[in-house]
């Protein structure tokens, strides 16, 4: 399981997984993959060195590598996420009920690109499937910290969104180190809108209410697009500051395609090395417009241990990916670790948090 997770996985992967994969349904091949790491044991991933180790919000993380919200949207394979040295994984997004998602085809790749456009829709199991694998997950010990990532029904209608966040709040909060409230999918019509900093108010004082009585209130953080423009970027920047909102995840996919072109004839949302820059100047915004009060998850086509410190140098204090792993499989986990040690070495920073924010001092 150990051989997993080197250099020697890396090549593994590329010269015979990932072309196997590849020739699948995007879609097949995640199933797959999930269905293939659900069945890892519950085991330890090697210690991380201290310097990678940070406190954020208040919760210690043994290094500040997580996994992306959607790869594990029903917390199938929480095992693997630890045996593979993830810090932390956010799950989800979870809505209350079970739903089928968008009609297929939903999931292309992108592959000169290194990227992938979804329009997934949030298909789920609903929380009840969640809560029982949280729970049994629950039992066991792991260096590696949960986040839960919530979402509301496509069916939902806008006046009762908050009601969604609530009930999931009052079912999974038990079960969460943070929660993160998605109102940046592009592929649930009129989520978006939920960015307006009124409508963030009424969805954090319904999580907040639904907190059920003698529970540890969990950090909340919101979770925003790449394509707010400064005014609406800097006015939930306000709210949250405001609400005090423990931190922000920057960002979800983008609906721009000027960094892929014509070969992007899908509709849905962007993903991996072209939504790279946009997401590093989205956590650049963040970071200046709350000067740092509250953290960041910085996310957005991370694929390397320069691309992981460039995020944290723009005001990061942790990070997260997605398709970098799809494309460079999972000893990717191992390597950008390894690597973020030296670099931080090589640059004179002592913990990740001295890095954070380096760009803009
Ligand atoms: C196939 C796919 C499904 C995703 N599903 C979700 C989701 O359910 N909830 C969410 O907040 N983000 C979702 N995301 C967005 C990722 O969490 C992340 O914000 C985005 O992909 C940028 O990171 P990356 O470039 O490392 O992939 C999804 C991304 C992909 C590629």
Redesign the pocket.
Known sequence: MRSLMGPAASNLYARFIRPFLFRLD??LA?RLTIAALSLAPPLAAPADPPELATTVFGVRFPNPLGL????D?DARAIAAWNLLGFGFA?L??ITPRPQPGNPRPR?WRLARDR????R?G?P?AGMERAAARLERAARRSRAMRLGL?F?PNKDTPPERVAEDYAALARRLTRYADFI?V?V??P?TPGLRDFQAPERIREIVAAIRGATPAGAQPRPLLI?IAPDLDDAQADAICACALDERVDGI?A???TLAREAVGVSAPYPG?L???P??ER?RKMIARVYAATGGKIAIIG?????SAEDALGHIRAGASLV???????YGGPGIVAGIKRDLARLLAREGFRSISEATGAAAK
């Open positions: 995007p879609e995640h992306a919200a959607g790869m949207k956010e989800g997004t999931m990227a992938l456009i979804n997934l949030f789920g990532n979402g993160v998605n940046s999918s592929n979770k995840v960002t979800n996919t949302g993903s991996g090395a939504l790279r997401s996310v957005g086509g991370i694929a997260e990916l997605y398709t970098g792993m799809v």
